[in-house]
C-alpha cells in the first residue's frame, strides 16, 4: 500500500506549484479540471477530502466496494477510506475539488457533517443528464472564482460545494439520510464511530486496541449487555459481527496493497500469534491470508 498522501505530496506529484501555506490546521481548498491530472490514481490513503465530477470511464475501489464508472458519476473521497481509480483509455475529463479538515470544519462543521463524509456511507453517486449538467456548472463557477483573488473565496467555494452535494443528495429519498435520536441509536453510532476511528492501520508501528465487545463497552462507560443489546436492535448484526466484519476489512486491504509480512499484518490487528490470525481469517472469508496475498482469490 502506498504511504499516505498529503496535499504537498499530491501536489508533488502532478507537478503543481503554490506559494501557500499548507498545514493541516489551516483551511486550505483548490480546484482542478480533470485533464490537467490524467493517469491512475494510486491505492492510498489521503489526509485531505476530494470531490471529483468523472466525464471518462473506468474502474473506482474504496473500503469493499468495487464499480465500473461508464457514465458520469461524482466521486467523494475521505481520509478515512482509501480509493484506486483506474481510468480506462480515452479522454478523462470534468473537474476535482480538494480540501483539508481545517476547511470542511469551518463554518459550524456543516460541510463535514454532510453523509457522504460520515463512516459507512455510500461515495459514487451516478448522475443523470440533468443533475450532471447543473454540477458542471458549479464547477465551472468554483474555477472561475478560484482564479480570482477575493478576499472571501474560500467562502464562495464553500457555498458551490454545498449546492454540488445538496444537488447529489436530492437524488435519493430523503428518508435514506433521517436521523434517529434515541438511546439506542446514539449508542449504536458511537460504537461505529469508535470502531471506526482506530482504521486505517497505516503504519507497522500501530496495533488495534478496542478488539471486543467488552472493550468498547467500557470505554463508552456503558454494560457489555447494553452495549451489544442497542447494536443490534439497530443494525440487526451483533457487535462482535460489526468488530470482525472491520478487521477483515482492513485485513484485505492490508493483504492486497502492501508489503507487509502476513505475521506483522496480524499483529497490527491485534493477534498475539498469526496462527490466531489465519484461523480468524478463515473462519470469516473461507480463505487463508497467504491465499489473498497469492491473489488466487481476489475479485
Same mark, same amino acid.
Not at 25 to 40: L, M, T, W, Y
Given at each position: 500500500?502506498?504511504?499516505?498522501?498529503?496535499?504537498?505530496?499530491?501536489?508533488?506529484?502532478?507537478?503543481?506549484?503554490?506559494?501557500?501555506?499548507?498545514?493541516?490546521?489551516?483551511?486550505?481548498?483548490?480546484?482542478?479540471?480533470?485533464?490537467?491530472?490524467?493517469?491512475?490514481?494510486?491505492?492510498?490513503?489521503?489526509?485531505?477530502?476530494?470531490?471529483?465530477?468523472?466525464?471518462?470511464?473506468?474502474?473506482?475501489?474504496?473500503?469493499?466496494?468495487?464499480?465500473?464508472?461508464?457514465?458520469?458519476?461524482?466521486?467523494?473521497?475521505?481520509?478515512?477510506?482509501?480509493?484506486?481509480?483506474?481510468?480506462?483509455?480515452?479522454?478523462?475529463?470534468?473537474?476535482?475539488?480538494?480540501?483539508?479538515?481545517?476547511? !470542511?470544519?469551518?463554518?459550524?462543521?456543516?460541510?463535514?457533517?454532510?453523509?457522504?463524509?460520515?463512516?459507512?456511507?455510500?461515495?459514487?453517486? +451516478?448522475?443523470?443528464?440533468?443533475? #450532471?449538467?447543473?454540477? !458542471?456548472?458549479?464547477?465551472?463557477?468554483?474555477?472561475? #472564482?478560484?482564479?480570482?483573488?477575493?478576499?472571501?473565496?474560500?467562502?464562495?467555494?464553500?457555498?458551490?460545494?454545498?449546492?454540488?452535494?445538496?444537488?447529489?443528495?436530492?437524488?435519493?429519498?430523503? !428518508?435514506?439520510?433521517?436521523?434517529?435520536?434515541?438511546?439506542?441509536?446514539?449508542?449504536?453510532?458511537?460504537?461505529?464511530?469508535?470502531?471506526?476511528?482506530?482504521?486505517?492501520?497505516?503504519?507497522?508501528?500501530?496495533?488495534?486496541?478496542?478488539?471486543?465487545?467488552?472493550?468498547?463497552?467500557?470505554?463508552?462507560?456503558?454494560?457489555?449487555?447494553?452495549?451489544?443489546?442497542?447494536?443490534?436492535?439497530?443494525?440487526?448484526?451483533?457487535?462482535?459481527?460489526?468488530?470482525?466484519?472491520?478487521?477483515?476489512? #482492513?485485513?484485505?486491504?492490508?493483504?492486497?496493497?502492501?508489503?507487509?509480512?502476513?505475521?506483522?499484518?496480524? +499483529?497490527?490487528?491485534?493477534?498475539? +500469534?498469526?496462527?490466531?490470525?489465519?484461523?480468524? +481469517?478463515?473462519?470469516?472469508?473461507?480463505?487463508?491470508?497467504?491465499?489473498?496475498?497469492?491473489?488466487?482469490?481476489?475479485?
Amino acid at each position: 500500500m502506498e504511504s499516505k498522501e498529503n496535499l504537498q505530496s499530491f501536489y508533488r506529484r502532478i507537478c503543481y506549484e503554490t506559494n501557500e501555506v499548507i498545514t493541516q490546521e489551516i483551511p486550505h481548498v483548490n480546484v482542478f479540471a480533470r485533464d490537467s491530472c490524467q493517469g491512475k490514481a494510486p491505492y492510498s490513503r489521503r489526509d485531505y477530502c476530494k470531490v471529483t465530477l468523472m466525464r471518462g470511464t473506468g474502474l473506482v475501489e474504496y473500503a469493499d466496494k468495487r464499480f465500473r464508472v461508464d457514465r458520469p458519476a461524482i466521486l467523494f473521497s475521505t481520509p478515512k477510506v482509501p480509493y484506486l481509480w483506474i481510468p480506462d483509455e480515452g479522454a478523462q475529463l470534468g473537474w476535482f475539488c480538494i480540501f483539508n479538515e481545517a476547511f !470542511a470544519r469551518q463554518q459550524d462543521e456543516l460541510l463535514s457533517k454532510l453523509p457522504m463524509f460520515q463512516v459507512g456511507t455510500d461515495k459514487l453517486f +451516478y448522475l443523470d443528464e440533468k443533475t #450532471e449538467n447543473e454540477v !458542471a456548472f458549479f464547477f465551472e463557477k468554483m474555477m472561475e #472564482e478560484n482564479a480570482e483573488n477575493y478576499s472571501y473565496k474560500q467562502d464562495l467555494l464553500r457555498s458551490y460545494l454545498h449546492l454540488i452535494i445538496h444537488k447529489v443528495l436530492k437524488m435519493e429519498p430523503a !428518508a435514506a439520510h433521517g436521523t434517529q435520536h434515541n438511546a439506542s441509536e446514539r449508542i449504536a453510532s458511537l460504537f461505529l464511530e469508535l470502531l471506526e476511528r482506530q482504521f486505517p492501520i497505516d503504519s507497522q508501528h500501530n496495533q488495534l486496541k478496542l478488539k471486543s465487545a467488552k472493550a468498547f463497552a467500557d470505554q463508552l462507560s456503558v454494560h457489555t449487555n447494553h452495549l451489544n443489546r442497542a447494536v443490534k436492535d439497530v443494525t440487526g448484526e451483533t457487535t462482535t459481527t460489526h468488530i470482525a466484519k472491520r478487521i477483515v476489512l #482492513e485485513a484485505n486491504d492490508l493483504l492486497r496493497h502492501s508489503n507487509w509480512p502476513i505475521s506483522e499484518i496480524a +499483529y497490527c490487528l491485534g493477534f498475539e +500469534y498469526p496462527t490466531y490470525f489465519n484461523n480468524f +481469517y478463515k473462519k470469516h472469508t473461507g480463505v487463508t491470508p497467504r491465499d489473498v496475498r497469492q491473489a488466487k482469490f481476489v475479485s
